[in-house]
């Protein structure tokens, strides 16, 4: 095993998850709907 660096470790990770960063923003009321319907189906909001 080799010592990588942070950017190769967080490129092979994105690889492997297949997986992109998103960032958004949302109205508070908008939060509120999403959190309230998973709390209904005893889920995470974030999941």
Do not use: H, N, W
């Amino acid at each position: 095993m080799r010592d990588v660096s942070q950017p190769e470790f967080a490129a092979a990770v994105r690889e492997q998850l297949c997986k992109q960063r998103l960032s958004i923003m949302l109205d508070g009321e908008i939060i509120a709907f999403f959190k309230a319907k998973a709390k209904a189906r005893e889920r995470g909001y974030q999941t």
